[in-house]
């Protein structure tokens, strides 16, 4: 594979447990807060209240009438696009395709539909309607009167880093002049139940890489990136904030929840992303690990870490966010470009006591790191990984 054109990212745009907007999600990671608690949204009958990272219902979303996913999906296209300089009658004159990755937005969860109807009723069908709707990337396209291409893809928690990935090929290959780009998810009780079935959640605050780490939390939020051709970008007089160098994407098909044990599909997604870069491995700055907390994860995670990337400083930023599933990688993305930008990390959350058994471990302190290019990697269910190279603004 040979090194590929970078795109420039212009404007970012990001909500979750962590704060309202990127710039408040970064003052909260860098000062160690983080807000674990019980879902306040619904209530379940377990015995033990696994906390959660959740969006307090008092933030005002855009998009009424459409599903939390959406608003959550528009609220942070809105402070990418406002990030970016681009009014919308730019926008509407431009080639602008959307890549929206998700995993709940894609479902019906609609509690109040399936009781009614499981007890002889006639649910409304405004509830229908509203599922209809609620397509992210159609949302936004039709927020801003977008005709370029539109896709929502669903692969699980890599989600939102292949759809920057897909959406960073497009702008490459002449599609589009500009893309918005990123993933967004809400809590249910339908997901919260389910993680709970597979036995891989912490009844704690979460712990990536921890010795007693038990498990995830779950979390929800939004995170959006635009994109620009070089043309596009410098036309409109739009210096880029970071950009992005390279995406691999692989699946082991190893199992349906677990990774392969040598990490061999996260290997090759690496290896790609870092061949269409361009860069060194010795250029890597530091690496935004997926850093579930789970057992298996972290121990596969840091295993391939520690034998392609040895010496470089990693974290991970669930510890602060919660696992958002589709929005995961797309508020990573968000963060490592912040990173980049101020030449430093966080501390990696709820790591505390370094584990024998993982040959590397995640920064306890706020780290100060060079600038040239970072990783965000992200591993999914069915064995999917992908993996992107972003690098600093070349101001």
């Known amino acids: 594979m040979t090194s590929a054109q970078p795109v420039p990212i ?12 990127l710039s408040a999600c970064m003052q909260n990671l860098f000062g160690g807060m983080r807000v ?8 379940t009958t ?15 979303l855009p998009g009424a009438g ?19 300089g681009l009014p919308p009658d730019l926008l509407r004159g431009q080639r602008v395709g959307v890549c929206i990755g998700t995993t709940v937005g894609c479902t019906f969860n609609n509690e109040e539909f399936y009781r009614d109807f499981r007890s002889g009723g006639s649910p409304a069908p405004e509830l229908v309607r509203r599922f209809l709707q609620s397509n992210p990337a159609s949302a936004i396209a039709r927020e801003f009167d977008l005709n370029g291409p539109c896709q929502t893809l669903v692969n699980a928690c890599s989600s939102g880093t292949d759809a920057i990935g897909i959406a960073a090929d497009w702008i ?6 500009i893309a918005i780009a990123g993933g967004a998810d809400e809590l249910s009780r339908v997901t919260y139940n389910g993680f709970i079935s597979l036995l891989i959640t912490d009844s704690a605050p979460c712990r990536p890489f921890d010795r007693d780490r038990k498990g995830l939390n779950l979390g929800e939020g939004a995170a959006m990136l635009v994109l620009e051709s070089a043309r596009s970008a410098s036309g409109g007089n739009r210096p880029p904030r970071a950009t992005v160098l390279g995406y691999g994407l692989a699946c082991d098909a190893h199992h349906l929840t677990a990774p392969h044990p040598d990490g061999a599909g996260l290997k090759r997604a690496m290896h790609d992303a870092l061949a269409q870069s361009g860069i060194d491995v010795g250029n890597i700055a530091f690496v935004n690990a997926h850093g579930t907390g789970t057992p298996d994860n972290d121990r596969v995670e840091s295993g391939v870490l520690a034998e392609m990337l040895p010496g470089v ?3 991970s930023t669930k510890g602060y966010t919660g696992h958002t599933l589709g929005a995961a990688g797309a508020i990573e993305a968000a ?38 290019a970072a990783m965000s990697q992200s591993l999914a269910f069915g064995g999917n ?3 992107l190279v972003i690098g600093g603004s070349p101001a």
């Not at 019980?38 to 209530?43: D, K, Y």
């Not at 377990?46 to 005002?60: A, G, K, N, Q, T």
């Not at 470009?337 to 959350?349: D, F, M, N, Q």
């Open 10 to 21: 212009t404007g970012l745009g990001c909500l979750c447990a962590a704060g309202p907007n």
């Open 36 to 43: 674990p608690r019980p879902p306040s949204r619904f209530s």
């Open 46 to 60: 377990h015995p033990v209240r696994f906390p959660v990272f959740e969006i307090m219902d008092d933030l005002p």
């Open 66 to 84: 459409l599903s939390r996913t959406c608003r959550l999906a528009l609220a942070a296209a809105h402070e990418a696009v406002l990030d970016a």
């Open 172 to 177: 490459r290959s002449g599609i589009c002049d």
């Open 313 to 315: 400083p990693f974290l």
């Open 335 to 372: 963060f490592t470009v912040a990173c980049l930008t101020a030449g430093r990390i966080p501390a990696s959350a709820g790591f505390v006591t370094q584990d024998p058994a993982l040959p590397v471990s995640p920064v306890r302190t706020v780290t100060a790191v060079r600038t040239r």
């Open 385 to 387: 990984n992908g993996v």
